[in-house]
């Protein structure tokens, strides 16, 4: 049983369009992280959230953290070709050291 | 500043047949970690190493796989034989801040097929 599920699993899109994708778990996180890995390479932090609620902009990337921290979103704007990749999310527990993925959204941007 | 070094980046081979993986984290990170990446699934934790204490090893199956992280720097990953299933990408991440609580740096990996 995977304690992180993204959903969806595969999402195609045209350039230009927006797209939400999800991280949702029982468990309650100490912090979140999101991840993008493109074929071939390892994955790159995007982004990390740690406070209840707590909304981060990068750029055309949107990151919310739940406010009972056990879910996030990442909403992009106006997707492009380059956002093709695979993201990642990764809850932490300070307490216990450890931190666990999610099995990723599978993101193709379609010139 | 370098990032972390994998190596090799490809490897083939028959089935119980050792291998071995290296993994050189980013200077002055003392926490080293080995995951296993299945095609289509995320990260798995194998091994955390807090300098050269394998602080959690607990989802490492020891009949076949191995680590050592000797002076705390760089690390190798063994499996002796490997199986079929241990086709896999095995990535190595070094960290500075607490674990759970941050940015993982990830090498390239290692792409392992085992025939």
């Known amino acids: 049983t995977q304690l992180l599920e993204q959903s969806p699993q595969f999402l195609s899109i045209q350039e230009g369009e927006n797209l939400t994708v999800y991280c949702n778990s029982s468990s309650v996180f100490s912090s979140l992280q999101w991840y993008r890995q493109e074929p071939g390479e390892g994955p790159v932090l995007l982004v990390t959230?740690?406070?209840?609620?707590e909304v981060k902009k990068l750029k055309r990337l949107t990151f919310q953290f739940g406010d009972a921290r056990k879910d996030s979103s990442l909403h992009i704007t106006a997707a492009q070709p380059g956002d093709t990749g695979l993201y990642l999310c990764a809850g932490g527990w300070t307490n216990a050291g450890k931190s666990t993925f999610g099995d990723g959204t599978t993101l193709t941007v379609k010139p | 500043e370098a990032g972390v070094v994998q190596s090799p980046r490809y490897k083939i081979i028959e089935k119980k047949q050792p291998v071995a993986f290296w993994c050189n984290p980013i200077s002055g990170h003392n926490t080293l970690y080995w995951y296993r990446q299945n095609l289509g699934q995320g990260p798995e934790l194998l091994i955390r190493?807090?300098?050269?204490?394998?602080?959690?090893d607990s989802q490492l199956p020891k009949d076949r796989f191995s680590a050592e992280r000797l002076k705390g720097v760089d690390s190798t990953l063994k499996i002796q034989p490997a199986e079929l299933g241990d086709s896999a990408v095995y990535l190595c991440?070094?960290?500075?801040?607490?674990?759970?609580?941050?940015?993982?740096?990830f090498g390239e990996g290692s792409r392992l097929t085992v025939l």
């Open positions: 190493y807090e300098n050269e204490e394998a602080v959690d």
């Open positions: 991440a070094s960290s500075l801040v607490v674990p759970g609580t941050g940015e993982l740096f």
């Open positions: 959230v740690v406070t209840g609620g």
